[in-house]
């Protein structure tokens, strides 16, 4: 490309961190790739490394609740319409400062509903410019399944009137789009499956590696993994791994209070510390991974080969974690257990089976993050 072309990202995390991560995967390979990224944010600051996209942080807001009921900004007020309209008022400002080639949505409109009140006048303004730039959403392997009448149809509505391409961040080897949105051969023409987003700079070691004869926890960036590293605390003594250090990753957003709490009740031989910028590098040199079945950590365990079991997220409207964790379990690459009724005896139990098995291993593409910037290119130069 001659001039670089420029890419405004739009990302809204409202519990976790993954959707930052993977958007955080993305940049880096679409900055190596050429092109000047904008990533506007509008959840909770994060210290993340963007591969040297520029970061614009809108006035953050976060979800209170499992089911995304209430949204609070950053002193914990609930959002009001005035805030909305100061908020989608800001990402105009935003628009027009960049003047992107390409607009790019994280999950929306398959998601992120509640952010409408300003991705549609962003949406309705990029498509009104005289040099409209071309609009793709970027979306993961599985959708949340909806439970309210209409909302597919409003989905494929909005996909219909305003977005130029639909990447999906998956192999449809494991599972496509259709399993979880009902009205994809309406869109099919749109379509194109980057294959999965992982971060590998990850590094495999020696003796004296990061994580080496380890047992990683972690629990995501959301406030919802706390119980399962307690759990995981207790299930140390009573498996096959119990001589071996565990060393638990606690969110970064959960509150300092809890992460003292944490610390405090740690037996001997478990380290806990906040998540850390090199946990792909843990993933390569661990002997065992337990987590959430959150899409990037699962597809970092892919990709560093480790041993895991997954406790999948099951929690308000969640599906996506289960789904995809029992579809790679059938292909006999991890061990689940479930997180309704988790103790410390059927945690310890998976334990032990996963250790006695083989090495995570899966024949899927995982090339989304270079795949993703080809495409954005052949897309432009169609334009042209």
Not at 267 to 275: F, N, Q, T, Y
Not at 302 to 326: D, F, M, N, S
Request: charged share 25%; glycine share 8%.
């Amino acid at each position: 490309m001659s001039d670089p072309k420029r890419i405004l990202f739009y990302v809204q995390h409202l519990l976790g961190i993954g959707h930052l991560r993977r958007t955080a995967t993305l940049s880096r390979n679409l900055v190596r790739a050429g092109f000047e990224v904008t990533i506007v944010s509008g959840g909770h600051p994060i210290d993340i490394d963007l591969g040297g996209a520029d970061m614009v942080q809108l006035p953050a807001t976060r979800a209170t609740d499992l089911f995304f009921k209430k949204l609070v900004d950053e002193d914990g007020q609930e959002i009001d319409d005035g805030w909305r309209e100061m908020r989608a008022g800001r990402l105009l400002e935003i628009y027009k400062e960049v003047e992107p080639d390409i607009l790019i949505t994280e999950l929306f409109p398959f998601g992120r509903r509640q952010m409408r009140f300003e991705l549609l006048p962003l949406l309705d303004a990029a498509k009104a410019d005289p040099r409209s730039p071309l609009i793709v959403s970027s979306v993961r392997d599985i959708l949340v399944a909806q439970t309210k009448p209409g909302r597919n149809e409003e989905m494929l509505a909005l996909v219909q009137k305003y977005f130029d391409h639909v990447m999906v961040h998956g192999d449809p080897s494991l599972i496509s789009l259709d399993k979880t949105f009902p009205h994809t051969d309406a869109i099919r023409d749109r379509i194109t499956y980057t294959g999965y987003v992982v971060d590998r700079t990850g590094k495999k070691g020696g003796a004296d590696a990061p994580g080496v004869g380890e047992v990683i926890v972690s629990s995501g960036g959301g406030a919802v993994g706390e119980n399962l590293l307690r759990i995981a605390m207790q299930a140390k003594a009573r498996s096959k791994a119990a001589n071996q250090t565990w060393r638990m990753m606690v969110g970064a957003t959960v509150e300092a209070e809890k992460f003292e709490e944490l610390k405090a009740i740690a037996p001997d031989g478990v380290i806990v510390e906040r998540a850390r910028k090199d946990f792909t590098t843990l993933l390569m040199n661990c002997d065992l991974s337990i987590s959430q079945g959150g899409y990037n950590t699962v597809m970092e365990i892919l990709h560093a080969k480790c041993r895991a079991v997954i406790v999948p997220y099951a929690g308000g409207l969640e599906t996506e974690q289960t789904l995809r964790a029992e579809l790679l379990a059938g292909r006999g690459v991890l061990q689940i257990a479930d997180e309704e009724g988790l103790t410390a005896e059927t945690l310890a139990a998976k334990v032990d089976e996963a250790l006695s098995g083989p090495p995570s291993r899966a024949e899927i593409d995982v090339n989304g993050a270079e795949k993703s910037a080809d495409l954005l290119k052949s897309w432009l130069q169609e334009r042209n």
